[in-house]
């Protein structure tokens, strides 16, 4: 069977489409791939439109199943290519309906602090609703139902991740604006690069998540019980996990609710082809082990003085006022972490488990040539192969082989043109000057990587958080790489999501291609205070796999030793 080079890159619709290197390296799957675009935006639309910023959102397209986004700009055409001029854009400012309600409601932000709100909403609301809707939708098992049944459900768990990547996306400039608010304050007066002002940027004992808060009372339940702590040596972790979850007392309990809440989210990435904890037995097992052996008062200690080393470097009169920016990053540093884990991570995860499912029905009767190639079709082509129609099997085949072969790296960033820079704050009415900073900051932070300089032996890049460690190399590229990680490895990969949270107490550091000073990859590191260097663009190609490396978080290289 031959193949088909992916090698049209068109987009046939007007603008300039720039690829998402910060989230995904390879092609998405069918359901990923529907889900994203219309969900993202209708999430993003809300917030920005609640703040106030003329980025209403961003569309989606997928060449060769690569995500290409476009900015939806208020008072734009579709497909705008650039600016126009300074005093068109101004006149723009002041009559346009859509962009004058925009700009009057950004002007207030800073003042009523929408984020604050969010918080809230999330804590009191999202959190727990979201909570047991999936604690109860976890509870039907898809194998038990015939294919009538299996499609409609099906179509509920499609429904659900739909709403719950949306729910995600509604909190996302709440969860981001307070902190360029403060880089951009304090660069001003302190003149630091971004790298260093964000090492203060955590809370001094790390994120509190709920599923963080209950690995910590299965550890703590395992501290007390040295007996049942001996079960994590058992030769088959699936075992050992089944054994801890039997346990009556307080380990049993404690390991039951963990396993409920967590075992069924997505660890390895963003997609429904990403694997979750309870596929991984043995990264559960390893994940206890360095938890049971961790140092966290030694942490501790070392995130308040880097904290403590910025504050000393903003001028006497402006301290108070830093003070307030460092607690506004901090108040929303919970809902930037546990949104992807509650919402979009779980509904993913749980729809995972009945796409398996179906695709081990429809390999058995000849349909597709593995079961893994469920994931290359979208809902409309599942519920007709349930039926006896849909794609072949050779058309899903070749899209699988597609997924498992392309990258990025073979991909262009920019597709219909470069895109313009966006308007001066000078352009801007000075009511809304400090957001418009804060927002271009946190653009900055998020999207800006290091600049390759390839050396035989050192990948340099941003400086994502600070501190210096000596380990082996593992390099993961795919999910199934993720069972090889073990206590001490620095993790080489492309990218990281939230989802890496549950492994990150294994790792001795991180290194990256992809990502910037604000990316999950950089903020994860610091609130478990790992060392990082983000953005290299090279280091999945220079580091090997199992080589000795030197990762210096706070001059933001990596060296082969």
Request: overall charge neutral; some cysteine.
């Amino acid at each position: 069977m031959s193949e088909v080079k992916p090698m049209d890159w068109r987009i046939d619709e007007k603008g300039v489409w720039e690829i998402d290197r910060a989230h995904f390296s390879t092609p998405l799957s069918g359901w990923f791939r529907e889900i994203m675009g219309p969900a993202f935006g209708k999430g993003f639309a809300e917030c920005t439109a609640r703040i106030g910023l003329l980025l209403s959102h961003f569309e989606f397209r997928y060449p060769n199943g690569l995500p290409y986004m476009q900015p939806v700009i208020v008072g734009a055409p579709r497909g705008a290519k650039g600016l126009p001029p300074k005093p068109i854009f101004k006149v723009l400012c002041a009559v346009h309906p859509s962009m004058r309600g925009r700009l009057r409601t950004l002007a207030t932000a800073f003042e009523r602090k929408p984020w604050l709100d969010d918080v809230r909403r999330w804590e009191t609301d999202i959190r727990p609703s979201v909570t047991a809707l999936h604690l109860d939708l976890q509870r039907t098992d898809p194998a038990k139902l015939d294919d009538d049944a299996l499609a409609a459900w099906l179509g509920k768990l499609h429904a659900n991740a739909f709403e719950q990547y949306t729910n995600h996306h509604r909190f996302t400039v709440s969860s981001m604006l307070p902190v360029g608010d403060y880089i951009a304050h304090c660069q001003e007066w302190t003149g630091l690069d971004v790298g260093t002002l964000l090492q203060a940027v955590r809370q001094p004992t790390g994120v509190t998540t709920i599923a963080g808060q209950q690995l910590e009372a299965v550890v703590s339940a395992l501290a007390r019980d040295g007996a049942a702590a001996a079960l994590l040596d058992d030769p088959d972790p699936a075992e050992a996990i089944r054994l801890l979850a039997a346990q009556s007392g307080a380990v049993g309990a404690t390991m039951r609710a963990y396993l409920e809440m967590t075992g069924r989210r997505l660890v390895t990435g963003y997609d429904f082809t990403d694997l979750t904890a309870l596929e991984m037995p043995a990264l559960i097992v390893r994940t206890l082990r360095a938890h049971l052996r961790g140092t966290r008062s030694e942490d501790a200690q070392r995130r308040a003085a880097l904290a403590v080393e910025v504050r000393d470097q903003v001028p006497a009169q402006h301290r108070a006022a830093y003070d307030e920016l460092l607690a506004a990053a901090l108040a929303v540093s919970n809902l930037r972490e546990e949104r992807a884990l509650v919402c979009d991570f779980w509904a993913f995860g749980i729809a995972r488990g009945a796409l398996q499912e179906l695709g081990r029905r429809l390999a058995s009767r000849g349909l597709l040539e593995s079961p893994d190639h469920v994931f290359d079709g979208t809902l409309a082509e599942h519920r007709a192969l349930l039926a006896g129609a849909g794609p072949s099997a050779e058309e899903l085949g070749r899209r699988n082989r597609l997924r498992k072969t392309l990258t990025i790296d073979d991909a262009p960033q920019f597709i219909g043109g470069q895109p313009s820079p966006p308007p001066p704050l000078a352009w801007m009415p000075a009511t809304v000057q400090r957001s418009m900073r804060a927002t271009n900051a946190v653009i900055a932070a998020l999207f800006t990587e290091g600049k390759a300089r390839h050396e035989p032996a050192c990948v340099r890049g941003l400086n994502a958080s600070a501190g210096t460690y000596e380990g082996r190399a593992r390099l993961v590229l795919k999910p199934e790489h993720f069972p090889r990680i073990e206590q001490g490895d620095v993790l080489i990969a492309r990218s990281t999501t939230e989802a890496y949270n549950g492994i990150i107490p294994l790792l001795g550091a991180v290194v990256t291609d992809r990502g910037g000073l604000l990316s999950h990859t950089a903020t994860v590191a610091r609130e478990f205070g790992i060392p990082a260097v983000v953005g290299t663009q090279t280091a999945t190609q220079t580091i090997p796999d199992g080589a000795r490396v030197r990762v210096d978080g706070t001059r933001g290289e990596a060296r082969l030793m």
